[in-house]
T-cell receptor
C-alpha cells in the first residue's frame, strides 16, 4: 500500500486566496482525520470522518475552513479566504475500526506545509 | 474529553546513552491504547510503539520500551542506545477502545535532540 497520500507537499499562497488540500487515505480505512500542527498549538484535530460522514468538526477554527469526503478514497480541506495565521502543516491520517487490537493506529500522510503571505 | 500531558517540551541526550520521555494521561476508561509517535525533521509521523491497557507487560520494540503504570496513569518512553536518527519530536497519544468516536488524543510533544 502506498500509505496516506497528501498533496501538495508545499503550498505558498497570498492572503485572500482559496487553498485546497487533498488527501487519499489507505484503501479500506473507514476513518479519516485532518490535523493542523503549529509551534504554538501543537497538533490540533480539525475534523474527522467515519465512512465518509463528518463525525466531529468542532476543531474547525472558522467558517473559512471546510472539509469534504465525497467518497472513501478522497478528502479535501479548503480554506477560503486564506489568512497568514493559517500558515501551518496540515496532516491527514486514516485508520480502520476493523484493525485487530495489536495493529491499531493511525497512518499519517506526509503533511502539507501551507504558507500564506 | 481525555487529556494527555507531556511535561518536557525539550530534552537532549548524548549518543549511545539512555533517555526517558514522560507522559501522563487522564481518563475514567479502562479499555484503551497508548501510543508514542515520532516526528523527525522530515515531518513524517511514525508510530513507534503501542501499549494495550489490559496488558500488564510493558511493550518493547528494539531499543524502544515503555513503562506503563496504569494506576498512576503514566506512560513513559525509554530509548536505549540513543542514535542521531532518534532526533525528533515525540508525541504521546491515547485512544479509548470503548468509544465509538475513533479518535486519538495527542500530547503537545517532546523535542528530543541526540548529540554526538
Amino acid at each position: 500500500d502506498a500509505g496516506v497520500i497528501q498533496s501538495p507537499r508545499h503550498e505558498v499562497t497570498e492572503m485572500g486566496q482559496e487553498v485546497t488540500l487533498r488527501c487519499k487515505p489507505i484503501s479500506g480505512h473507514d476513518y479519516l482525520f485532518w490535523y493542523r500542527q503549529t509551534m504554538m498549538r501543537g497538533l490540533e484535530l480539525l475534523i474527522y470522518f467515519n465512512n465518509n460522514v463528518p463525525i466531529d468538526d468542532s476543531g474547525m477554527p472558522e467558517d473559512r475552513f471546510s472539509a469534504k469526503m465525497p467518497n472513501a478514497s478522497f478528502s479535501t480541506l479548503k480554506i477560503q479566504p486564506s489568512e497568514p495565521r493559517d500558515s501551518a502543516v496540515y496532516f491527514c491520517a486514516s485508520s480502520s475500526s476493523l484493525d485487530s487490537k495489536p495493529n491499531y493506529g493511525y497512518t499519517f500522510g506526509s503533511g502539507t506545509r501551507l504558507t500564506v503571505v | 474529553a481525555q487529556t494527555v500531558t507531556q511535561s518536557q517540551p525539550e530534552m537532549s541526550v548524548q549518543e549511545a546513552e539512555t533517555v526517558t520521555l514522560s507522559c501522563t494521561y487522564d481518563t475514567s476508561e479502562s479499555n484503551y491504547y497508548l501510543f508514542w509517535y515520532k516526528q523527525p525533521p522530515s515531518r513524517q509521523m511514525i508510530l513507534v510503539i503501542r501499549q494495550e491497557a489490559y496488558k500488564q507487560q510493558n511493550a518493547t520494540e528494539n531499543r524502544f520500551s515503555v513503562n506503563f503504570q496504569k494506576a498512576a496513569k503514566s506512560f513513559s518512553l525509554k530509548i536505549s542506545d540513543s542514535q542521531l536518527g532518534d532526533t525528533a519530536m515525540y508525541f504521546c497519544a491515547f485512544f479509548d477502545r470503548g468509544s465509538t468516536l475513533g479518535r486519538l488524543y495527542f500530547g503537545r510533544g517532546t523535542q528530543l535532540t541526540v548529540w554526538p
